[in-house]
């Protein structure tokens, strides 16, 4: 028992300074808050399963990607929500 009271968290993530998607540094980690227009699930070309998400906020639109995403379904991303979203931000 006395194991777990010294077993200390590796580092922290503060998410609740919200950005907004045109303010969001590359290689960055990010929470914005912004609505769905699509999300869609598909297959890599080696066949992993990926979803991507299609957010908008006052600045713009941003595009949200999850690799090997096997458990990801469009039922939890409705058209029209707004929802808070973290992640590293990347731009191609």
């Given at each position: ?5 010294q077993f200390y968290p590796?580092?922290?993530?503060d998410r609740s300074q ?75």
């Open positions: 028992m006395g194991d777990l009271l590796r580092d922290y993530e919200i950005t907004a998607d045109r303010e969001a540094a590359r290689r960055e980690r990010a929470t914005i808050r912004a609505k769905v227009l699509t999300a869609e699930k598909f297959r890599s070309g080696r066949g992993r399963g990926m979803g991507k998400v299609l957010v908008e906020d006052a600045t713009g639109q941003l595009t949200c990607t999850w690799f090997n995403a096997r458990y990801f379904s469009e039922e939890n991303f409705p058209v029209g929500r707004e929802m808070i979203l973290s992640g590293r931000v990347d731009f191609y």
